[in-house]
Structure formats: structure tokens, C-alpha cells
């Protein structure tokens, strides 16, 4: 078990400090990347999109011998249900060590953007933009239609990760079409709320935010921490309901 605790840690590392990282090249003031913002840069979203759908490839790989890589609390709550379900040796244990190993793994990732971009968070007056380094926001503020856009990224992630992956949790044969997963995800559904599709991504980086001591940085928007923790758990668990009972049994049906 110490090997999945670690293999997590370091997939999800890897996953916040290229996911994050990119968000402070294109956001903080005087890198070479940056794009002066707002939110309709598109150029800027893209750029953000790409890149963390190569995060999720890069995370995958490194994860992929040791885990499966989840990288991802609702894919490891979706992976729980399915072995609760089909009968699997996935446990409660296992669960609990995942999502540790995700949390601490994000943290350690955003630290690591917090050094690597130590000059810039001084040279950046926006607090707003600091935040949107580590966690994410919506663009109009509403909270039922905010986690339901949640729900509804997180559940497109699980149900079509969990049909390119026949059920299994993603290996890293898969990390390419994962990536490829998120990118369209962050291109067609992103833009409400940021698509934080993973409760470990925002979280453990908002806690982060919160500790460090980042120049002129402000409040760490607690208020709505809890939508991109809650979101992705249930569409995780939508998406693997649907995939379970609506694609495995219907074509179980069509074989008998």
C-alpha cells in the first residue's frame, strides 16, 4: 500500500505543478508568458486548456506503473463504486490512502509553482489573479448552477474515462486519451466555473494559497471551496452509474 500512497502523491504532484504552473505563466506579471487577462482572453484559455491536458498526460505516466493513476478523488470514488459493485478487491483502505496521497500530492505541486514563480507574486497586483493560480472561481457566481456545471464536467471525465478505459482505471496506455479527455472538457465546459473536475486539484492548492506567505495575496474565497470538492463527487459518481448500469448493461443485454 505505501507504493499507491506514493504513486499519488508524485502523479498528483506533477499534475498541480504543470496545471497550476501554466495558469501563473499566463496570469502573473512580467513572465514571459503572460497574456494580460480577464476573462475573455481566449488566447490565454487555450494555452491554459493545452497545457493541462499535458499536466493530466504527464501525472498519468508517472502514476500509471504504481496506481492506475487516478490523480483524481472522484475517479477513485468512481473506481470504489465499481468495485463495490462488481464484486472488486478495491476497498475502503484504498480509497482513503488514494485520496491522502491526491491531497498531499497537490499541495506539494503548488508549492513547487509557489517557488518556481517566487519574483512574480510580488510583481502582481491583482489578488484575484494569484488565487486563480491555485484554485479556481466562477464567472458569474452562483452556486447551484456553478456545482452543476461541476457535475457535469466531472461526470462527462468518469463516464467517457471510464468507456475508453473498458471499466478499468486508467493505465498509463490510456494517459494520452485522458489528456485529450480534458482538454475538450476544458475547451467545451470549462469556462463557467474552471473546470476544477477533481476535488483534490482545488482543494489542496486553495490550502496552499491559504498557508503560504505570497506577497499581497488576499482571501483564499473559502465560500465557495466547497463546489469543487462536492461537484466532481457526485458527477464522478453519476458518471460511473451511468456507465455501470446504462453502456455495461446495455451491451450485457445485447450479448445474452
Not at 486553495?206 to 498557508?211: Q, V
Request: proline share 5%; aromatic share 12%.
Amino acid at each position: 500500500m505505501p507504493e499507491k500512497f506514493i504513486g499519488e502523491v508524485l502523479g498528483t504532484m506533477i499534475l498541480i505543478l504543470l496545471g497550476d504552473g501554466v495558469v501563473a505563466g499566463v496570469l502573473l506579471a512580467k513572465t514571459k508568458a503572460n497574456m494580460t487577462t480577464g476573462v475573455g482572453n481566449s488566447n490565454g484559455w487555450i494555452v491554459i486548456t493545452m497545457a493541462w491536458a499535458f499536466a493530466v498526460f504527464s501525472g498519468i505516466a508517472v502514476a500509471g506503473t504504481f496506481t492506475g493513476a487516478h490523480i483524481n478523488p472522484a475517479v477513485t470514488l468512481a473506481v470504489y463504486l465499481d468495485s463495490t459493485v462488481n464484486a472488486g478487491k478495491f476497498g475502503v483502505d484504498s480509497l482513503i490512502v488514494y485520496w491522502a496521497g491526491q491531497m498531499v500530492g497537490a499541495m506539494i505541486g503548488a508549492f513547487l509553482v509557489f517557488l518556481h514563480y517566487y519574483p512574480h507574486w510580488a510583481e502582481t497586483e491583482d489578488k484575484g489573479l494569484k488565487l486563480a493560480v491555485f484554485c479556481t472561481a466562477p464567472a458569474i457566481r452562483n452556486p447551484l448552477w456553478n456545482l452543476v456545471s461541476e457535475i457535469i464536467g466531472t461526470f462527462a471525465l468518469v463516464f467517457v474515462g471510464f468507456s475508453l478505459a473498458g471499466g478499468a482505471s486508467p493505465a498509463i496506455g490510456g494517459a494520452l486519451a485522458w489528456g485529450l479527455l480534458v482538454l475538450v472538457i476544458g475547451l467545451a465546459l470549462g469556462p463557467t466555473t474552471g473546470y476544477a473536475i477533481n476535488p483534490a486539484r482545488d482543494l489542496g492548492p486553495r490550502i496552499m494559497h491559504a498557508i503560504l506567505p505570497i506577497p499581497g495575496k488576499g482571501g483564499s474565497d473559502w465560500e465557495y471551496s466547497w463546489i469543487p470538492v462536492v461537484g466532481p463527487l457526485i458527477g464522478g459518481s453519476l458518471g460511473f452509474l451511468a456507465f455501470n448500469y446504462l453502456i455495461t448493461g446495455f451491451v450485457a443485454k445485447i450479448i445474452a
